[in-house]
């Protein structure tokens, strides 16, 4: 398992997004070089957790939550097929692009070191939104990305560091329960009846998908 790149973005202007002041940082790019890794701190005060890399709207994005977002090779050569397009490294917006590295699998907790130093925490699925269709120019792609339910992984960082391309990963922790990053999703979008499972994987979910959850267990009298 190994990273293939390390990719950062600059805020760009757009009509399609919703975003304070219209601009967005999906459009990442791979660095050359070392990137420095840190907790950004909370959602809405902190941004992105890598050094360089724009994130233009605090409301839905950055946060130690969603410090660092990852998405497999493996997967977007299965977007490639799918459309019928090429899609480079950084195209579905993400941090890293992986090799080797199963995102859907992955348990809520699980914890991977890139490199030497650098130690990052999945948290959660990535939940399409309107910029992320207009950036693609894919007419229903949040309805059909939210369907395959492939959605990479966000990450907080644990242990702060440099990265760069071809940095080895290696999964340094897995948790004893059976909360994958794909069921978190579906649970958070289209089967919120699974949101009792995904508390088994307690404070490493992320802290909205968590309160969520409790929520819905207090509505509905428990564990269903």
């Excluded at 090429?86 to 995102?103: I, K």
Aim: charged share 25%; glycine share 12%.
């Amino acid at each position: 398992m190994k990273l293939l790149t390390v990719n950062v973005g600059r805020p760009k202007s757009v009509e399609y997004t919703d975003a304070p002041g219209g601009f967005t940082g999906i459009d990442k790019r791979p660095a050359e070089g070392p990137v420095r890794v840190a907790d950004p701190g909370p959602k809405g005060e902190g941004a992105s957790g890598l050094s360089g890399d724009a994130v233009c709207d605090l409301r839905h994005h950055g946060g130690s939550d969603q410090a660092v977002y990852a998405f497999a090779r493996e997967d977007l050569d299965h977007w490639e097929r799918e459309l019928g397009r090429t899609l480079p490294n950084g195209s579905f917006g993400e941090n890293l692009t992986t090799s080797g590295l199963d995102m859907t699998e992955a348990l809520i907790g699980e914890r991977w070191r890139i490199g030497s130093e650098v130690v990052l925490e999945a948290t959660s699925g990535r939940i399409p939104c309107r910029t992320f269709q207009a950036w693609l120019g894919e007419a229903g792609w949040v309805r059909r990305f939210t369907r395959q339910a492939v959605t990479g992984a966000y990450l907080r960082v644990i242990t702060p560091g440099e990265i760069r391309a071809g940095d080895p990963i290696e999964v340094v922790h897995r948790p004893d329960h059976e909360v994958t990053v794909a069921l978190a999703f579906r649970a958070s979008t289209t089967e919120r009846e699974l949101l009792p499972r995904v508390l088994a994987a307690g404070e490493a979910l992320h802290g909205e998908e968590l309160r969520a959850a409790r929520a819905y267990v207090a509505k509905h009298g428990g564990l269903v």
